[in-house]
Every structure is written in C-alpha cells, then in structure tokens.
C-alpha cells in the first residue's frame, strides 16, 4: 500500500549540505505508530541507521551523526527530509528512506537513491 521514493542530487562537493526527500504515498506521515527512517549503505558496507522522525514530529539520531543531521517533515506534501551537513566522500552511499514500526521493524522501503559526495 504505502510506497515511499527518495530525490535529490547524485552528486553534492566536500563541506556541502545534502538534501534528499522522501515522498509518501498511499499512507499518512502523521498515522500513530510509524517512524520515518533514513538508513544509507556505503560501498562495501553495512546498512547505517541514520535517525528517523516519528509521526508526532520527534526525531531521533545516530549518535555518529547526530551533529550534522536533520530530519524534518513537510506533511501537507507527504514528505520527509534528510539535511547532512559538511558531507565528505564517506558520505558516499544509497540513501534509503523507510517506514518503520519501531527499532529494527523496518515495514517499507524506498529504492534508494546513490550520492557521491566529489569535487
């Protein structure tokens, strides 16, 4: 039912801010019970979770990255955002965006989106 699809640029400079957007569709980012979720993956790496934002506006962070994260939501357009700040190519990866029940109970993904963070 609930399909979730990521946008943004492929490709963002050293010490830019990355912006990727995540749009809903059939299901509501205010229903009770759902965290929306960004979790990325680097080359030859495991999936990271990043941090999520609960359909009461709270959100919650890696602690690894929690200093340049923001996640925000716009719920008159069905979306949620993912600001990171002071990207570096570490930060290269397919972003994913994901409806979640709780910690680990991911329902729904995104296909996710590749960034390549390169001047």
């Known amino acids: 039912q609930v399909q979730l699809q990521e946008s943004g640029p492929g490709l963002v400079e050293p010490w830019q801010t990355l912006i990727l957007t995540c749009t809903v569709s059939?299901?509501?980012?205010?229903?009770?019970?759902?965290?929306w979720t960004w979790i990325r993956q680097a080359p030859g790496k495991g999936l990271e979770w990043m941090g999520c934002?609960?359909?009461?506006?709270?959100?919650d962070y890696s602690p690894r990255l929690k200093s340049r994260t923001v996640i925000s939501r716009d719920t008159s357009k069905s979306q949620f955002t993912l600001q990171l700040t002071s990207v570096t190519p570490e930060d290269t990866a397919v972003y994913y965006c994901?409806?979640?029940?709780?910690?680990?109970?991911?329902?729904?993904w995104g296909q996710g989106t590749q960034v390549t963070v390169s001047s």
């Open positions: 059939g299901g509501s980012i205010k229903s009770n019970g759902y965290y």
């Open positions: 994901v409806k979640a029940r709780g910690d680990y109970m991911y329902e729904n």
């Open positions: 934002i609960g359909y009461s506006g709270a959100t």
